[in-house]
């Protein structure tokens, strides 16, 4: 396994001035980190040799007998990928890192997740988006990891920590998160077949009076396969909570 993480380190000349950037390690199928492993994934603005400020929020999908990195740039607001792989218990970064997002300057970029389609042999990127409206994004990336086609909207969102994941028996991917409606919050769900197949937006829980969602502990959903459904966790009144869909 690998995890992946935001690093801070401190300039050497000056230790208030610090520095988030993306790490790995290997991890055992025990959950032990292997020794010697730490590996910098990130520390640069894309396609550029200055040092980033603030690299934050990886996430990492396994596919094509590779690992995607995708996490945020916060110097540009953009959202970058980097591909890498394993090799003797060594975690590989010879790979150039590469912009998912566009270069609009002032758009608002944050929280990106990946999965993988082990059937079409495509990741789907999904992020949040403030670009007038606030958005939940999706982009395709080919296996080849050449950016598929032009982002597309999933639904409105309000600081939202969308969660991905793929289900190979129902073909498609589920995306959920926390939405504001109109002063009512709540978890929504939707799933994608492809950028031009969306199903409708599912509400999957409501706050009642005197209720609020953990606001550290975004929603998450993971697919059961061998029981045919999908679990969506979230945190109401600082207590997990559990649905299937």
Known sequence: YISVFEYVTSDINNPYIKYSHIYGELIDNKGVPIANSL????????????????????????????????????????????????????????????????FEEYYYRLNPKIAYDSIKKQYLVVWEESSG????????????????????????????????????????????????????ECIKARAVKDSAILSDIKDIAFVEDNEWFGSYIPPNVEINEKNDYFMVTYSKNDEIYGQCI
């Open 39 to 102: 590996t910098l994934i990130a520390n640069k603005r894309i396609n550029s040799d200055v040092k980033a400020d603030y690299l934050a929020t990886p996430d990492i999908a396994y596919g094509n007998n590779e690992f995607v990195v995708v996490w945020k740039e916060g110097d540009n607001n953009l959202i970058c990928a980097s591909t890498i792989s394993i090799d003797e218990n060594k975690i590989v970064t010879d790979k150039e890192p590469f912009n998912v997002s566009s």
């Open 133 to 184: 409206r606030n958005l939940i994004l999706g982009k395709y990336i080919n296996g080849d990891n050449t950016l598929f086609d032009l982002p597309f909207e999933i639904g409105d969102c309000d600081f939202s920590y969308p969660s991905i994941c793929y289900s190979s028996s129902h073909e498609c991917f589920v995306i959920v998160w926390r939405y504001d409606e109109d002063g009512v």
